[in-house]
């Protein structure tokens, strides 16, 4: 997808949030927990409940890899499911030596239909890079991150700044506005304006609104850009609204609000 489709699902649906399918077998509401297609019936639902209010869905691969053969089998079917319309983004965190980051990049890219692979960035340029050479495709890297490890590298100092501040100046130059993305947690609230000095036509994937507790306001506030620039998502405050049969309801209701709020700051 393209940053300008991207944009336009934006502006059409008064939304931008990714709803984050980091789907955990033992929090699936007891009605489908004995199926065995559980994992991807439990996304379905979300998904249909969803489809309207989000613009993009992050599938954390961590949830899915962790069940073997059959958790990869659901994320496949997920990602099929949710459909051209939708920015699907791989949160898989990947990056490794040149001729390994080409075959994550194939297996997202080519093998599954997503639009965007999370990338770490701490091997450098040559990791990076095969993650920017498809048309349409997205590299989102780590900048700085919503966790409390967030202090252990990200925010020490490195030259004449902190190392995060470093990460966002150097990838920056690998890639343009139109196949990079950064990663921002929303916990990091105090950062985003001097982020916004640093990259000012990034798109941001912002997760940590919800059960992180970020402020979306405060966020939108500080990172929102003439065409928005922001993808703000949430993952448990969304799927698991309600842990009952009543789950998928729930999950619309919460997806809803996010929408009408942003709706007020776009
Ligand atoms: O890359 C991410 O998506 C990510 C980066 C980060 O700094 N913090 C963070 O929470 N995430 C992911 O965003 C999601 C947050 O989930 P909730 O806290 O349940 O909304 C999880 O899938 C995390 O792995």
Redesign the pocket.
Known sequence: MTREQLVKQIYDKGSYLCV?L?TDSTKIPAHLSGNPDAIFLFNKAIIDATRETCVAY?I?T?FYEALGTKGWDAMEKTVHYIGADHFK?A?A?RGDIGNTSDQYAKAFFETLPFDAV?VAPYMGEDSVRPFLEYEGKWA?V?G????KG?RDFELQASGDGLLYEKVLKTVSSWGTSQNLMF???ATQAEAFTRIRELIPDHFL?V??????GGSLQEISEKAMIKDCGLLV?????VIYASGQEDFSSAAAAVAKQYQEEMGTYL
């Open positions: 984050g980091d992050k954390n961590a983004i949160d965190k999370t989102i780590l700085l991150t919503s966790n967030a990663v921002v947690g994937l997760p940590g609104v919800g059960a992180q998502n949430a993952s448990r405050a």
